[in-house]
């Protein structure tokens, strides 16, 4: 098994947890959220490691308002290089929401 550390720094993400991750199905970005933040990384489809040297592509998700936001999936990637994908959070009668954020440089 190998272990491995993403470039989040704390203080970005506001001192929070990381509460889920989703790769996209071509293995070339990796989306990680906290509850307020969603870091997608850029990943080197042969070691499955983000590359090095690139920052992530950052979304604030905290307009959202979200009780307590929790999952991540990748749906797809748009024109322009966004990426579109569905949020989940904890609460009673809480809905999915899409969003489309930022595709970092390949």
Do not use: Y
Not at 12 to 35: F, H
Not at 65 to 86: A, D, I, S
């Amino acid at each position: 098994m190998s272990v491995d550390v993403l470039p989040i720094v704390p203080g970005v993400a506001g001192g929070q947890s990381m509460t889920d991750a989703a790769l996209a199905p071509d293995g070339r970005v990796l989306a990680v959220r906290s509850n307020r933040m969603l870091f997608v990384f850029a990943i080197d489809s042969a070691t499955a490691r983000p590359i090095p040297d690139r920052l992530p592509a950052m979304c604030d998700l905290s307009a959202l308002g979200e009780t307590q936001g929790e999952g991540v999936g990748f749906l797809h990637e748009e024109e322009g290089r966004r990426g579109r994908f569905v949020l989940s959070t904890e609460g009673k009668q809480e809905s999915l929401r899409l969003i489309s954020c930022p595709l970092p440089p390949r």
